[in-house]
């Protein structure tokens, strides 16, 4: 028997054939044989998942390329019912160059008055709240831009909304108080824990009147312990890997900056999808 047409058989023969003494005449598993003819199926299934995928980062033009893999699943189960698992989506936004890395730039701008009066630590890394206003998180971060640099101080609430935020070019007291009062006008916050770390913003006189006249619970952390105060360090690190670094706001001025911050924290708190919040946005779940 000529070798080259040892395992050619008709297709008629074939079909006559049970499958266990066809996959041992060509030498191959029975469970390979059943995976192969799933394969059309599943080339299907990984198209229709790549259509969601990007119909996902389109849903918000300005901010929707932001997404990661598990953002993305997110969106797939709120919206189009996705039950599978996350390597599959993984896979496909990989072959599709969808994958996302980014790097942080570390900047620690926190400045300890060892001298003024320190608050205990009510939080104690407990980021969780069972309703509103219970427990708020403050910090303030360095914006670099052309003419100046751009601080933002902002407070964040059990849903991991933005409450109230202000962006001055200095790092004084006033700027964490303007955001407080911010706060204050938004929503009722009587009784309620303000955390932050110990910078000397947070420590002065005139912070801690404004706290008073609020009728708010300070609650502090010690310097170079990030983890205290870790949520809030997360909100910066979206913000800057999302929209600021993308940006690079060191080639725009100042009130450009401010604009792209007010947009991007309108779109945080309403529209961008929350890994926390099972897929809603922090507004939505709030409502």
């Not at 070798?3 to 003494?21: C, E, G, N, T, Y």
């Not at 601080?151 to 303007?178: K, P, T």
């Not at 800057?240 to 993308?246: A, N």
């Not at 604009?259 to 926390?276: C, K």
Request: glycine content about 4%; overall charge positive; hydrophobic content about 30%.
């Amino acid at each position: 028997m000529n070798p080259s047409r040892k395992h050619q058989f008709s297709q008629v023969q074939l079909d006559r054939w049970p499958v266990s003494a066809m996959c041992r005449v060509l030498h191959i598993s029975e469970q390979g044989y059943y995976r192969f003819l799933r394969r059309p199926e599943r080339g299907q299934r990984a198209r229709q998942l790549l259509e969601q995928i990007y119909d996902c980062l389109r849903e918000d033009e300005e901010n929707g390329e932001n997404y990661r893999v598990r953002r993305i699943i997110s969106w797939l189960r709120l919206h189009r019912g996705y039950t599978g698992g996350f390597w599959r989506i993984y896979r496909i936004c990989q072959e599709h160059h969808l994958i996302i890395r980014r790097q942080r730039r570390l900047n620690s701008l926190t400045k300890a008055d060892r001298q003024a009066e320190k608050s205990e630590n009510l939080i104690n890394r407990d980021f969780t709240a069972a309703k509103p206003n219970q427990k708020f998180l403050t910090d303030i971060t360095e914006i670099p831009c052309t003419d100046g640099k751009l601080y933002l101080a902002v407070l964040d609430c059990f849903d991991g909304s933005i409450q109230g935020f202000h962006m001055d070019d200095n790092m004084c007291a006033e700027l964490c108080v303007r955001a407080l009062e911010n706060t204050c006008r938004n929503t009722r916050m009587e009784g309620t824990i303000l955390h932050s770390d110990w910078g000397s913003r947070f420590t002065s006189q005139l912070f801690r009147q404004a706290l008073r006249r609020c009728k708010l619970v300070q609650s502090m952390s010690r310097t170079g312990r990030c983890y205290d105060n870790a949520r809030m360090e997360s909100v910066f690190a979206t913000l800057k890997k999302e929209k600021l670094y993308i940006m690079d706001t060191t080639k725009l001025p100042r009130e450009d900056v401010k604009s792209l911050v007010f947009r991007y924290i309108h779109y945080y708190n309403l529209r961008r999808i929350s890994s926390v919040n099972g897929g809603l946005p922090p507004l939505v779940l709030r409502r």
